[in-house]
């Protein structure tokens, strides 16, 4: 069961409890049940009200009732951007590999790999990227997820969330969530240091379009009321390091919620294309989801774009997307199907890193085929998903990412390489 709409005012409590919502009031003396009140921010108090985020959580046991965090390997998750040279290079990825289940246990917080990213945590201003490989669910640990293979339930303070490849999940600064998965599972992460994700304004298009709030579902209450006598790890991420300590209960111990400051999911299925019906290229923000603005006017610190099925009909136009050299980093991925500008090299579960100001499009074969296409209406990405991640950072590749991983594509470079030379001095335009 969800709540709909994109960062609403919503109440919620676990029909277990009726009532167990404080009336009139959020920090009664006595709260119904004997609960526990607490409060999660996601912004300062003095935030305007339209940027103010918080939610108050009704809980059995406070989250302040730990024993104290200690730090535990961070594993292949850094934020050191400094681990190796700077590469201009056009980057990418094969599938990222999923490691099996005979050979290891590996859960969602052991899973996770970051490719690359910039900025700081500690000043809470940049981003990073992460690849999620795993093959078992959370035991009694909890830590933008974007599975593109296997579906993963999640259990968060605030209920818990049914997420399956085509769709996003966000989970906001601070909020404990587990994963539970059902197979060898892979996904994609955006962390954004500081900033929350927002609906991108819609301008001349109007009032309706792009990702339409109805559509963003929140987890209804549900709490867990359980003892562990052998412990419950909370693991913490804090200034780019992790840490853990120990509980002897749920730490998804809310009875009841109210605020804004929420959990969420979308299916990417109900995003509304806008697309040229004339001729030449709308620029690929109309295809943003969701931007995290930065302090400068329209530059944002990363926006998700997707690039869904949708119809093709411009004249007199190259259609796929055209070459591009951009003030902005643009990561990719790709969830199912084929992208129509490579179709061949670009593979599910891979990836792709285009750098500031390095210059990419179309592969060799995409150019010659689309120069003398018919130009009637198509279908264009018909069973495909691809994504970006697009960032006014100029970020940097990690070590896991450019070596250890292993799936480097270090001939991309090559899909370009049939490109030639078409032009003719002498040509003329044609007479009307």
Known sequence: MYLSGFGNEFSSEDPRCPGSLPEGQNNPQ???YGLYAEQLSGSAFTCPRPANKRSWLYRILPSVKHKPFAPVPCGNLTENWNEVEPDPNQLRWLPFTIPKSTEKKVDF??????VCGAGDAKSRNGIGIHMYTCNTSMADRCVCI???????LI????GKMMVEPNEICVIQQGMRFSVDVFGETRGYILEVYGAHFELPDLGPIGANGLANPRDFLCPVAWYEDRKVATGYTIINKYQGKLFACQQDFSPFNVVAWHGNYTPYKY???NFMVINCVAF???DPSIFTVLTAKSTRPGVAIADFVIFPPRWGVADHTFR???YHRNCMSEFMGLIKGHYEAKEEGFQPGGASLHSIMTPHGPDGECFEKNSTAELKPERVAEGTMAFMFESSFSMAVTKWGLQTCQRLDKNYYQCWESLRSHFNP???PSKQ
């Not at 974007?146 to 993963?152: A, S």
């Not at 259990?155 to 605030?158: A, D, K, Y």
């Open 30 to 32: 006595v709260c119904p």
């Open 109 to 114: 917080a052991a899973g996770l790999h970051t």
């Open 146 to 152: 974007f599975p593109q293979q296997g579906e993963i």
């Open 155 to 158: 259990t968060t303070e605030f």
């Open 267 to 269: 299916n990417l299925e």
């Open 280 to 282: 030449d290229h709308a």
């Open 320 to 322: 796929p997307p055209y």
């Open 426 to 428: 002498n040509w003329k």
